[in-house]
């Protein structure tokens, strides 16, 4: 189905990490559609040909900022910057239904009946669960929605300074619909604050998306190399599913490589 | 409406300090409905008649432990403990419809149109938004409730070892339905670990009911002395929160005293 799409964005080397290990969750749970990588000039070549090996489609964005006259004019707010790079998606109007899935997110089980789902479909957010937390949602791209989006952005702005709160304020309505709510199964957020360990080990294996919310993002943790070690040194579900990231991220060679046979055939 | 009241439950000293701030911020938002107190053994005849000058009704009962023969053979889990005593509220047959609060919560503003909604209306759980949170829900009295809810604690436990793991298998389908999913604003934990500030702000002046959910109680926490602080020494949302809590409870003596001079009356 062309129709479709995986999207995640990534303005900089930070969150490359993050978009190999996420690409390489999506290869493995089998996904039939399409992944789309939007990248800035924040990532190099050398890093746009490694994603390239994972993920379909590379596609160059300009960062939302002060520098971008175009949205200027619209946003009137330069300060808002790269926060609102993620309204960009909904430019991508080749594909008709699309899952966002931020940087910092793994598939744990495929999850392409997401593709049934309308816009906005999305999960609570744990801070405030009368919100959806915009990591993981459904979304079906078109150009009046990125202009009112942009319009709101500058007009009202969001009451968190990034897309959550726009988004929140965009589809106030979201909380009243019972079919727009994704499952917590489709957006787990996993960090190092609370975390309610008996329900997690409860749905540990309906889990279908992990996500790294905050300032602990795995690739900050090397510790956690493998799952090998949990139950071992590790033991908390917690570091499992931090293992469990690294699980897919240190597969990323055996997918540079490959592609690397498949340049040296294709020079010959 | 006699046949409507808010509950809450203390087994001893500890929560008491929760149940009198509670009483009074039920006061002080007008409730048209009754208050009524559980309290077992631990909590001494001093702290009863404290009780009684903010709360309507002060019921004794018999915490659900390992002595409670009754309960015993139904249960077979005396390790479970003082944990299923919420359970009890259900034997409160002399009223229609109740609002259950934890002793750790504070009403902000007047919350009687809860007696209009159904069993078992509750509000999500900042740990895991697919189940309640069991400090604030509606509930109808009923004797095979009651009986359900224990041989379902009998015959497979609480996944989390309390009274919210076992209402959450016992309404499972809690998630699905709409209309008994309490607005977060009815039911807002606050405690030391994650926090949406910008959220928590955003809707500050909707908040209905506080939750010091976790270690942290107010009653812990006398640095809060009052809301005059705030804004001097104190300036998050947190910790207007928490003087919140404290700005109740600082009244108590007015109510004891009340009292006071009530019971010399009667005696003369
Ligand atoms: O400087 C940035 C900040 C964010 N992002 C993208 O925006 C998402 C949202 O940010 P983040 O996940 O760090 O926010 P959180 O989920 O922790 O609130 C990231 O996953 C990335 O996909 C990005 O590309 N560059
Ligand atoms: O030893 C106990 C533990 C709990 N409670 C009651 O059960 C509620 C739930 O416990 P708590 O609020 O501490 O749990 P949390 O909301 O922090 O999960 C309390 O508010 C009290 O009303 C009690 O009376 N005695
Ligand atoms: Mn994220
Ligand atoms: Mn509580």
Redesign the interface.
């Known amino acids: 189905m062309i129709d479709n799409a995986y999207v995640t964005i990534i303005t900089n080397e930070y969150y490359y990490h993050g978009a190999v290990a996420l690409g390489i969750s999506l290869c493995k749970t089998d996904t039939k559609y399409r992944k789309v990588v939007l990248v800035s000039d924040g990532v190099n070549q050398e890093l746009r040909n490694n994603l390239r090996t994972i993920w379909d489609e590379i596609i160059q964005i300009d960062v939302l900022d002060s520098k971008d006259i175009r949205h200027l004019s619209l946003i009137g707010r330069p300060e808002l910057g790269v926060t609102f790079s993620k309204l960009l998606v909904w430019e991508l109007i080749q594909f008709k239904t699309c899952v966002f899935l931020d940087a910092d997110t793994i598939v744990l089980r495929n999850i392409d009946e997401l593709f049934c789902r309308d816009e906005l479909s999305a999960?609570?957010?744990?801070?405030?669960?009368?919100?959806f937390n915009s990591g993981v949602f459904v979304f079906k791209p078109c150009l009046e929605t990125y202009r009112n989006l942009l319009k709101l952005a500058g007009d009202v702005g969001s009451?968190?300074?990034g897309d959550q709160?726009l988004f929140n304020t965009y589809w106030v309505n979201w909380?009243?619909e019972?079919d727009k709510r994704l499952?917590?199964?489709f957006n787990v957020a996993i960090?190092m604050?609370?975390?309610?360990n008996?329900?997690?080990?409860?749905?540990k294996r309906d889990i279908r998306v992990l996500h790294f919310l905050?300032l602990d993002k795995p690739w900050l943790r090397p510790c956690y190399v493998s799952s090998e070690n949990v139950g071992k040194n590790l033991d908390t579900s917690r570091d499992e599913f931090y293992a469990k990231w690294w699980d897919f991220y240190n597969e990323k060679d055996t997918y540079f490589n490959r592609n690397e046979v498949h340049k040296s055939k294709t020079e010959h």
């Open positions: 999960a609570p957010d744990i801070g405030w669960p009368d919100c009451f968190d300074g709160g909380v009243n019972q499952p917590f199964i960090n604050s609370y975390f309610y008996a329900a997690i080990l409860k749905f905050g």
